[in-house]
T-cell receptor, first 115, second 114 residues
Framework: AQSVAQPEDQVNVAEGNPLTVKCTYS??????LFWYVQYPNRGLQFLLK??????LVKGSYGFEAEFNKSQTSFHLKKPSALVSDSALYFC?????????????FGTGTKLQVIP | KAGVTQTPRYLIKTRGQQVTLSCSPI?????VSWYQQTPGQGLQFLFE???????NKGNFPGRFSGRQFSNSRSEMNVSTLELGDSALYLC?????????????FGSGTQLSVL
């Protein structure tokens, strides 16, 4: 079975500082990993994904994520946080093994960027 | 191109009633999936439809059902509503049924059961 964990319910960071939102996963095969962001009263929006290749993935709005196979992690990062980055962030995983797999989401991390 | 459209945006029902939620995917998208979002639980997978057939189902009771039409529009139904069914119900679509595809989400239907 596949699973994903976001160990922090909330992350607070000052505007202009780097931010990290943590995600770890568990799959039996190779992982397909995704980050989505949810702004208040909106659905989720895709930020970036890792399928294969370069461990550093760049996405929308200046976000990037680093795939670490040995630590089974896929942390979301941004060099300089903006107040407008305040939102709910979801990590998601799909197992590449065994044919088509539904996606499993983490419980979400609320990012609060303080002016 | 229009995004994923969910209607209605808000619903208030009482226990024991039933409700139907609608989702229109992005034009050309054939896969539609549904999720229940509650605080602290994240997104829980309900079911997925592709080419009018249910392909996957999550761990929800039989009170939760859905269907997909030939134009890829989808509906989900919840019968005999319970207080615990209060949640944001999200629909997502993708062009193909592929594991590496990203999902496009609607804004959701906020269901309140009183």
């Amino acid at each position: 079975a596949q699973s994903v964990a976001q160990p922090e319910d909330q992350v607070n960071v000052a505007e202009g500082n780097p931010l990290t939102v943590k995600c770890t996963y568990s799959v039996s095969g190779n992982p397909y990993l995704f980050w989505y962001v949810q702004y208040p009263n909106r659905g989720l929006q895709f930020l970036l994904k890792y399928i294969t290749g370069d461990n550093l993935v760049k996405g929308s709005y200046g976000f990037e994520a680093e795939f670490n196979k040995s630590q089974t992690s896929f942390h979301l990062k941004k060099p300089s946080a903006l107040v407008s980055d305040s939102a709910l962030y979801f990590c998601a995983v799909r197992d590449a093994a065994g044919g088509y797999q539904k996606v499993t989401f983490g419980t979400g991390t609320k990012l609060q960027v303080i002016p | 191109k229009a995004g994923v459209t969910q209607t209605p945006r808000y619903l208030i029902k009482t226990r024991g009633q039933q409700v139907t939620l609608s989702c229109s995917p992005i034009s050309g998208h054939r896969s539609v999936s549904w999720y229940q979002q509650t605080p602290g639980q994240g997104l829980q997978f309900l079911f997925e439809y592709f080419s009018e057939t249910q392909r996957n189902k999550g761990n929800f009771p039989g009170r939760f059902s859905g269907r997909q039409f030939s134009n890829s529009r989808s509906e989900m139904n919840v019968s005999t509503l319970e207080l615990g069914d209060s949640a944001l119900y999200l629909c997502a679509s993708s062009r193909l049924r592929a594991t590496n595809e990203k999902l496009f989400f609607g804004s959701g239907t906020q269901l309140s059961v009183l």
